[in-house]
């Protein structure tokens, strides 16, 4: 209707919508099924489904729509929810339940049809590849899962899930089945492991199609299968497509009252194969670039190990491997456009990548000030990756999708894989990172790193920042720069003859937030972090 959705969305909703005394056939009927259309935005809600044959004595329950993804809309007009119990049955009473955070639930043509008999379907819940785009330098044994349902009111015979997946040419690359014997009426088979898998060889897209089938004419065979198209590329690691886009401003409520609404969010992509393979740049999007005009934001690559099993990136299991800065010209949104930068800088040895690794690419934004202006963020609900990311966890090898920090000093923040959602794969952002086969050539290509032979405390600082060398070697020439998050470098300093001491540099005319200090010498280069309190 006119203005759906475009309301006031109060937290804390809870709304009920309940029939009438419904009369049924009684006896010889085999169940019901319930039918209605239903316009939705999913952040954090429960829509429940009950449903009562006794006058609201007694109810049964279900919930529904748990596919969505946080902010999608529903992407199917209609739901047919089966009623279990309701064989033989004289009345029935029906209750929408919405126990809601923001948004809204609206239902229409509400219908009760006798259940059909044959209706197998694989439900939401499938698992994608890790990627969508994955370079094919980096590519794995790509693995399947589904859940399969019988919704219809007997029970099925010599049921099948199938996978299959082609090439851009129709080829097919790939094909498996499970037997799955007999499904019961009203029965969920869940987190069918698919018997093999798929590593592509070539650079191209592939389709992939789970189906679940038996000997007999299903009902509904518009969700007997469920397929999706995945790319190997030459260079491209990304969790999206560039569809089902979606700009989401992180609420304020995020952060303590005094707390600048600093914010962090990347993708995770695990390379295999990182040896002679360098990063090239990471590509990003910038919402709400206006209103950051003049502000600075940083590309960091981390590198990170899971060391306690907690699924969440601690800062000490955080290891920045390279990064970058970017100054918010303020036309980056207008309109909105990939943005590419060199990660590392040019000005950086290129950062050849480590077998075995999980890297987090991540967007950073060290807010000002407490200003209520923070970072928004584009996301795609496209894919979901709630099953693979499950499928992960049941092969022990743990592939993530997203991490998301929220804090006034991100260098202490754990990062979440939940993000904004409290489900782990239910979006992605619309972050890419390029990789190549060449380091390139740079100003500082030949240098080692002195990163362990150097430190710098106290971190945070006031006044003083203190430098200490452990050099293997004598330095003839230290040069060391002050740089703030947009890149801009605010002062320098160069020190002969430095090896084994400490140097003290002013801090105290900075502004509290986050800066860097290069150092570079014949000996090696290396760039730290801090935090000027």
Known sequence: GQGLGTGDCPVGQLGELVSPVIPLRGQGTPGYTLKFYQSLRQFNSDYLLLWSVNGGATWDTTAINQELETYEVNPVPYLLVPLTGTANADSLIVKFLFQGNYYYWVIDDVQVLVQEPNNLRITEFY???????TPLSQVEPIGFLADVANIGSQNQ???RLEMIVQDSASAVRFQSENALGALASNTLLENQIIQGTFTPNAVGSYRAAYEVVSALTDFDPSDNVRSFTFYVTDSTFAKEDGTNTQTISPDLNNWAANEPPS????????????KGFFSRNIQFVIPNAEELKGRGLILSLYKWKDSNGDRAAQAAERTLAAFNFYEVLGTESNPLRLISVP????????LELED????LVMLEYYAPSVDGITLDALISTRYDYKAQYLLSLLTGKPRFTTMTGTAG????DTYSPNGFSPLVGDYSYVIRWNISKSGGVTPTQDLPS???QTAVFPNPATDWVHIQFDLKAPAKVMAVEWIDA????????RWENVQKEIRSIPAAGLSPGVYFLRMVSDQGWVVKRVVRK
């Open 127 to 133: 698992a994608l590849p890790p990627n969508m785009y």
């Open 343 to 350: 990660v590392p800088s040019l000005e950086e040895p290129p």
């Open 486 to 493: 947009t890149g801009r470098v605010l002062s320098s300093y």
């Open 409 to 412: 000093d991100l260098t202490k």
């Open 157 to 159: 015979p010599g049921v």
């Open 356 to 359: 075995s690794t999980t890297y």
């Open 263 to 274: 914010v962090a969010y990347g993708n995770v992509f695990y390379v295999p194969r990182g």
């Open 450 to 452: 002195i990163d362990d």
